[in-house]
């Protein structure tokens, strides 16, 4: 029978079956500690493991470079800051893998420095912007970028130099708007897109004049 109206009833309600339950929600609450506990030294064990370095070698723009880098260490801070010396074209700009200015390429395809594990690059090869040319020898893709005012402030200017050479590579009769595309990747803060299309589309047109004269040259 249930006991007055507004009140539950206690029937099943008895001494023994309250110590069981208490003894359960025990148990329970010990293995949760037991776990948390487990889990913090797991953290702990990892976080030791990240604050350690290791020397690894990195093939950059022919070259075998040895440096000392944690495993958290990305490329574009193993290029600038481990390294002597230092590769400082790959600009840090956004740090998050949205501008571009830290664009290097590995084994043929341009990626993001910033976004990228200096200790995974092992027996890649590395392409900065050093590696294409310099001051007193450009690439052919550096020089367009001067002739056509492709650069305002510089920041973007050395990802963008990489990108164009990946790009042209991979499609060397690319139309504007696959160059568009193939660029997007990449940001200008300072708007000089207009010119920086026009420098990849001299390269393209030296080159094919390129070709066009050694086959001449070679059918006489």
Do not use: W
Not at 157 to 172: E, I, N, S, W
Not at 194 to 216: C, D, L, Y
Request: aromatic fraction near 4%; include cysteine; glycine fraction near 12%.
């Amino acid at each position: 029978m249930g006991g007055p109206a507004g009140r539950p009833s206690d029937q099943g309600l008895s001494r023994r079956s309250f110590l069981k339950g208490a003894g359960g929600a025990a148990a329970a609450s010990g293995v949760l500690a037991a776990d948390a506990a487990s889990q913090e030294a797991a953290t702990a064990e990892g976080a030791a493991t990240l604050s350690g370095t290791t020397e690894v070698e990195l093939t950059v723009n022919g070259q075998a470079r040895k440096v000392s880098v944690e495993p958290r260490t990305t490329l574009l801070s193993a290029l600038r800051d481990r390294m002597d010396p230092a590769l400082t074209g790959a600009k840090l700009v956004c740090d998050m893998g949205s501008c571009g200015a830290c664009t290097v390429i590995i084994d043929g395809q341009p990626v993001y420095g910033c976004m990228t594990l200096a200790a995974r690059c092992q027996g890649k090869a590395i392409t900065t912007v050093e590696g294409f040319g310099s001051p007193d020898k450009m690439s052919d893709v550096q020089d367009a970028f001067c002739e056509k005012d492709g650069l305002m402030c510089g920041f973007c200017t050395p990802g963008f130099v990489v990108a164009t050479h990946a790009a042209l590579d991979r499609k060397p009769n690319a139309d504007i708007d696959e160059l568009k595309y193939e660029l997007s990747g990449n940001l200008c803060r300072c708007g000089t897109y207009p010119h920086i299309f026009e420098a990849a589309k001299a390269v393209q047109m030296s080159r094919a004049a390129g070709t066009g004269e050694a086959q001449e040259g070679a059918g006489r």
